[in-house]
């Protein structure tokens, strides 16, 4: 289970854990990417979701923390498609060190 760091919405996720399972499945949609990406995209993701459907007006709450997390949103998935093809274009590389008995 990924970290929640918004101490306002943090305890709304708990409490409705299907934001979690839906943003989750939104993040696998766009790929597999490498740790720590998609855990960081899927609270994200959760929050935006979360922010999306309790938004009442323009200016409550959950509309000022969307504005935020969806930026928030769109650079994080920027970063981690830049670290996938990163990933995807280096070589893997195994370690040998040779063990010696002495």
Do not use: H
């Not at 766009?30 to 979360?50: E, H, I, N, Q, S």
């Not at 769109?74 to 670290?83: G, P, R």
């Amino acid at each position: 289970m990924p970290d929640y760091f918004d101490a306002y919405l943090a305890p709304l996720i708990a409490k409705t854990p299907e934001y979690e399972t839906r943003a989750a499945a939104d993040v696998a949609q766009l790929g597999t990417f490498p740790a720590p990406w998609p855990d960081k995209l899927t609270v994200l993701r959760a929050y935006v979701l979360l922010c999306l459907e309790s938004s009442a007006s323009a200016e409550d709450v959950f509309s000022l923390k969307l504005k935020q997390y969806q930026t928030e949103w769109k650079d994080a998935v920027s970063q981690a498609q830049a670290a996938l093809n990163v990933a995807a274009a280096l070589p893997a590389r195994s370690l040998f060190i040779p063990l010696e008995r002495g």
